[in-house]
């Protein structure tokens, strides 16, 4: 990052964490992607917590960034697996940040399973949990009960500028490794399960492309909104992918499970806006699906009389060129500072929770002065 741009940001987040001071001395322990943009948002967390710990998404570090972030913060390995064991993460907590007031700063739920377990037994405090994404959002929504406040900025107005590129990104990348393979995605049909909205923006995208556009979603509302804006829609899964060429799964909550493969048209191209386990059910197919690796970030999965390819391993597609959005991540990344001021001055109670509209109207006055020129 050149030392103009750097100055920017970080004159941006000291004006953020000014207008959202915190309560008391809080310690973080922070799910992120690591890209390259990374590093400021961090430091600005630094400036309003302890940073117990930085847990990087598995699928999305820039090694630059890892080394930067590795130099200044614990870094610890990230895996579901830890954090749906009750016992292993109330211990993983307890070594990192026991008998102090934590914050937990989500990306896809990853503190769900065991945030029950964590909040009632844990030897400091847990003040709360700030989630950035949709899948997170419906992982902590699903729980019977929350014992401590969960603030969701995943259906933020402030991100949806960040959403609508992140649409973009993803075709982007979808096209530039089709091409790489030498073949292009022009006049196919594609098909879009999920139409909130990032499945919106990648719809919208791939029509601009001359793609042919289907599209599903099990909410009956957002399957007429599709349909207002033009895409034919479908009633089932299988009905949306069985013709489709080229499948994009936007729903963050399993857009296709074991059976639904089978309805993949031959050759067609699969790939996922977050992460796999989130989106596509790959594991069962292993031991049915030769995996063959085609080209870079494809592989083609084959069984007699049916193949298919998948695009990233199953993650998110656009990381694999960065999945650069400019400054509206940084909306994103100002309102869960805000929410973390507001988790340390105890302002919300057990529960799922947005910030207020006058604070995201501060957020976005903020970013017009720094970025708006």
């Known amino acids: ?144 009960h929350l014992q401590c406040p969960v603030i969701s900025v995943a259906r933020s ?56 556009v289907t599209v599903y979603d099990k909410d009956p509302i957002r399957r007429v909104q599709a349909h207002s804006h033009g895409f034919r829609t479908t009633a089932t899964t299988t009905d949306a992918v069985r013709n489709a060429e080229l499948v994009l799964c936007a729903t963050g909550n399993l857009a296709l499970r074991q059976h639904d493969f089978a309805a993949l048209r031959n050759g067609a191209y699969l790939a996922s806006v977050t992460s796999s386990e989130d989106e596509l059910e790959l594991t069962p197919l292993h031991e049915l699906y030769q995996r063959i690796p085609v080209g870079d970030q494809l592989t083609r999965y084959e069984i007699t009389g049916h193949y298919f390819y998948v695009l990233a391993d199953g993650g998110a597609v656009n990381f694999v060129h960065g999945a650069a959005v400019g400054t509206y991540i940084h909306l994103v990344q100002a309102e869960i500072l805000a929410a973390t001021s507001a988790l340390s001055h105890g302002h919300f109670q057990p529960g799922l929770h947005s910030m207020p509209t006058t604070d995201r109207q501060a957020i976005a006055r903020i970013w017009l002065d720094h970025f708006d020129r």
């Open 1 to 144: 990052m050149e030392s103009l741009e750097r100055a920017r940001l970080d004159a941006f987040f000291r004006r953020v964490t000014e207008q959202f001071p915190v309560g008391g001395p809080i310690t973080s322990l922070i799910i992120t992607h690591l890209l390259s943009e990374r590093p400021a948002f961090l430091r600005a967390m630094a400036e309003t917590s302890t940073v117990g710990a930085v847990l990087p998404k598995p699928k999305s570090v820039d090694q630059r960034t890892l080394d930067v972030v590795q130099s200044l913060y614990p870094v610890h390995d990230l895996s579901r697996e830890q954090f749906a064991d009750s016992t292993r993460a109330l211990e993983y907590v307890e070594d990192t940040a026991g008998g102090q007031d934590v914050v937990l700063v989500d990306i896809g739920g990853y503190f769900a399973p065991s945030l029950g377990t964590v909040t009632e037994k844990f030897s400091g405090r847990v003040l709360g949990v700030v989630e950035d994404t949709e899948n997170g959002h419906q992982r902590y929504a699903a729980l019977d």
């Open 157 to 212: 107005p402030l991100k949806d500028c960040e959403d609508h590129l992140v649409g973009r990104s993803i075709v982007f990348s979808t096209d530039a490794l089709v091409r790489a393979r030498g073949d292009i995605l022009t006049s196919r049909n594609a098909c879009v399960l999920g139409f909130g909205k990032v499945g919106r923006s990648i719809a919208q995208t791939l029509r601009a492309h001359d793609l042919r």
